[in-house]
């Protein structure tokens, strides 16, 4: 059997099943065990034996059981690099990328741009990621800004071994993670430039009716509490003591929040309130001004 042949009948298996996207997940799970790239499997159709296709069949069974593809190739894209993912780590999803081009754009205002011209002198930018998962957010910003110091903070020790991993294999070297529960391990007198988050948002008796992929994920990730804003209020809370003079934070939130966020927001003493729009148009990434 050629690869193409698995190709087609990876698809087509996908696609009874309801999968989305059958053709481009068979694709992915070809070129992730064969360690090809796209264009080689569908000029040369390089042959696969027995042992090799009954690999790709047990993958394509855990992906029919609803197992996250992420998972089962153990890596997604992000921000350019490959980010490590596994059992006890959300799965960085693609409208992240929304937030973390906000944070560079703000941190390349003019103000951003004199403090890091100066950072020989010993002014430097001051960034912490809370719930940091797989580190995505905090590598990506360590990567863009070399001079910063980015600290990336979870509670999960198991979400915090993939991001060590993702330091390591993506070979930055200015982020720093730490193990604890939001503000908690900082020092009290520890202030950031940026505060940034993606903090679990999903109401708990939604979490149920999500999609079974979501299902595999840590549910400490996701879970928000009854209405989905307990960590958003601790956050806004007890940021301002973290914030430097006119520092931000920075927010991914959930698809109808913006209204209760932007009141938590102004009740800590939060000014220049706004937000950001995803692709479909919804209110993605909270931003305020300390």
């Given at each position: 059997?050629?690869?193409?042949?698995?190709?087609?009948?990876?698809?087509?298996?996908f696609d009874k099943e309801g999968i989305e996207n059958p053709a481009k997940e068979a694709e992915i799970l070809l070129i992730e065990t064969l360690q090809?790239?796209?264009?080689?499997?569908?000029?040369?159709?390089?042959?696969?034996?027995?042992?090799?296709?009954?690999?790709?069949?047990?993958?394509?069974?855990?992906?029919?059981?609803?197992?996250?593809?992420?998972?089962?190739?153990?890596?997604?894209?992000?921000?350019?690099?490959?980010?490590?993912?596994?059992?006890?780590?959300?799965?960085?999803?693609?409208?992240?990328?929304?937030?973390?081009?906000?944070?560079?754009?703000?941190?390349?205002?003019?103000?951003?741009?004199?403090?890091?011209?100066?950072?020989?002198?010993?002014?430097?930018?001051?960034?912490?990621?809370?719930?940091?998962?797989?580190?995505?957010?905090?590598?990506?910003?360590?990567?863009?800004?070399?001079?910063?110091?980015?600290?990336?903070?979870?509670?999960?020790?198991?979400?915090?071994?993939?991001?060590?991993?993702?330091?390591?294999?993506?070979?930055?070297?200015?982020?720093?993670?730490?193990?604890?529960?939001?503000?908690?391990?900082?020092?009290?007198?520890?202030?950031?430039?940026?505060?940034?988050?993606?903090?679990?948002?999903?109401?708990?008796?939604?979490?149920?009716?999500?999609?079974?992929?979501?299902?595999?994920?840590?549910?400490?990730?996701?879970?928000?509490?009854?209405?989905?804003?307990?960590?958003?209020?601790?956050?806004?809370?007890?940021?301002?003591?973290?914030?430097?003079?006119?520092?931000?934070?920075?927010?991914?939130?959930?698809?109808?929040?913006?209204?209760?966020?932007?009141?938590?927001?102004?009740?800590?003493?939060?000014?220049?309130?706004?937000?950001?729009?995803?692709?479909?148009?919804?209110?993605?990434?909270?931003?305020?001004?300390?």
């Amino acid at each position: 059997m050629t690869a193409l042949d698995k190709l087609r009948e990876l698809t087509q298996l996908f696609d009874k099943e309801g999968i989305e996207n059958p053709a481009k997940e068979a694709e992915i799970l070809l070129i992730e065990t064969l360690q090809i790239n796209t264009a080689r499997l569908h000029t040369a159709a390089p042959v696969i034996d027995e042992k090799v296709s009954m690999q790709i069949d047990a993958f394509a069974n855990r992906r029919l059981q609803g197992e996250p593809l992420q998972y089962i190739i153990g890596h997604v894209d992000f921000w350019g690099m490959r980010i490590h993912v596994g059992k006890g780590v959300l799965i960085p999803r693609p409208e992240t990328e929304l937030m973390v081009e906000e944070t560079i754009r703000i941190m390349m205002s003019a103000g951003a741009k004199r403090r890091l011209i100066r950072s020989k002198s010993g002014s430097r930018i001051d960034i912490v990621d809370l719930c940091t998962g797989s580190g995505c957010i905090a590598l990506a910003l360590a990567k863009e800004f070399p001079q910063a110091d980015v600290y990336g903070i979870d509670k999960s020790a198991a979400a915090l071994t993939y991001a060590r991993r993702n330091v390591e294999c993506n070979g930055i070297g200015n982020v720093t993670f730490i193990e604890g529960d939001l503000f908690a391990p900082l020092s009290s007198d520890a202030r950031f430039d940026c505060i940034v988050s993606n903090p679990p948002y999903i109401r708990k008796d939604d979490i149920a009716g999500l999609q079974k992929e979501i299902g595999y994920e840590p549910l400490d990730a996701l879970n928000g509490g009854k209405d989905g804003l307990d960590f958003y209020r601790r956050i806004l809370q007890e940021a301002p003591r973290s914030l430097k003079n006119n520092g931000f934070v920075i927010l991914e939130i959930g698809f109808d929040q913006a209204d209760d966020i932007r009141r938590l927001a102004s009740d800590s003493g939060f000014r220049d309130i706004r937000f950001v729009k995803d692709l479909a148009g919804i209110d993605r990434i909270f931003v305020a001004k300390g």
